[in-house]
């Protein structure tokens, strides 16, 4: 089978689990994994992933318990330079209340090597912003959320890299009554996961994460604590 061939096939597959993951019932929680090691695209290649997975929390004072099962993520990155790519997935603004209602957004960030290509260690840092739409007690607010995150990576076998990264997101409904005072929210921990690569350009990066979470909402306190887990079949060509 040629190359030509064979990328519509694998495009195929990732399109797929992307339909599947995005039904409108996913968007109960939100995605704070990175699923990627520290390494970028290089210049003139494309990196393609689609996934879903799930997330647990408990938030505020007595804390109220919200289980999302299935949550989508999916995006596309470009090599810039040598040690700097973009990026722009789809996923949902972090908000783990279980009073938030469906929200579908987009992000757009930057990621910068520090490390050569051919050291061992990889060690990078990312900065976005996402936006979206939240249903907030049956009235729908727009969310802005920018963060940060810092990634270490090491090849652990030949066709393992084992990675862990460390994100802060923030995220303000200046739309919601009271504005971004009475309604932001913070999320701040580690992740952890692999990447495995199939086949050439053919790879799945399961990742897990925890996450402390310290916000308000409609003016109340909801701190908390949270745990995500995903996998992503990813695509480079």
Same mark, same amino acid.
């Given at each position: 089978m040629n190359n030509q061939l064979k990328s519509k096939r694998y495009l195929s597959i990732i399109y797929i689990v992307s339909f599947w993951s995005c039904s409108p019932a996913t968007y109960a929680?939100?995605?704070?994994?990175?699923?990627s090691p520290a390494d970028t695209v290089q210049p003139g290649s494309y990196s393609v992933i689609a996934?879903?997975?799930?997330?647990?929390?408990?938030?505020?004072?007595?804390?109220?318990?919200?289980? $999302?099962?299935? @949550?989508?993520?999916?995006?596309?990155?470009t090599g810039l330079t040598d040690t700097w !790519? +973009?990026?722009? %997935? &789809?996923? $949902?603004?972090? @908000?783990?209340?279980?009073?938030?209602?469906?929200s579908l957004g987009a992000?757009? !960030? +930057?990621?910068? %090597? &520090?490390?050569?290509?051919?050291?061992?260690?990889?060690?990078?840092?990312?900065a976005g912003i996402g936006y979206a739409y939240l249903d907030i007690q049956g009235k729908s607010r727009s969310a802005w959320?920018?963060?940060?995150?810092?990634?270490?990576?090491?090849p652990?076998?030949?066709?393992?890299?084992?990675?862990?990264?460390?994100?802060?997101?923030?995220?303000?409904?200046?739309?919601?009554?009271?504005?971004?005072?009475?309604?932001?929210?913070q999320a701040?921990?580690?992740?952890?996961?692999v990447k495995i690569n199939l086949k050439n350009?053919?790879?799945?990066t399961p990742e897990i994460g925890i996450f402390s979470f310290k916000g308000t909402l409609a003016g109340q306190s909801a701190n908390g604590v949270g745990i995500q887990y995903g996998a992503v079949l990813g695509f480079v060509f």
């Open positions: 929680g939100s995605w704070l994994l990175g699923f996934g879903t997975g799930g997330q647990w929390s408990s938030v505020g004072d007595p804390g109220r318990n919200s289980f $999302t099962p299935f @949550l989508a993520h999916a995006g596309i990155r !790519d +973009v990026g722009y %997935r &789809l996923a $949902t603004v972090a @908000l783990p209340y279980s009073s938030v209602g469906p992000e757009i !960030d +930057v990621k910068h %090597r &520090l490390t050569d290509r051919r050291s061992p260690w990889q060690v990078a840092y990312v959320s920018p963060g940060v995150d810092i990634i270490i990576s090491h652990i076998a030949q066709r393992y890299t084992a990675f862990t990264d460390l994100r802060y997101v923030y995220t303000g409904i200046a739309s919601a009554n009271d504005g971004t005072n009475a309604n932001h929210y701040f921990g580690p992740g952890a996961g350009h053919v790879s799945i």
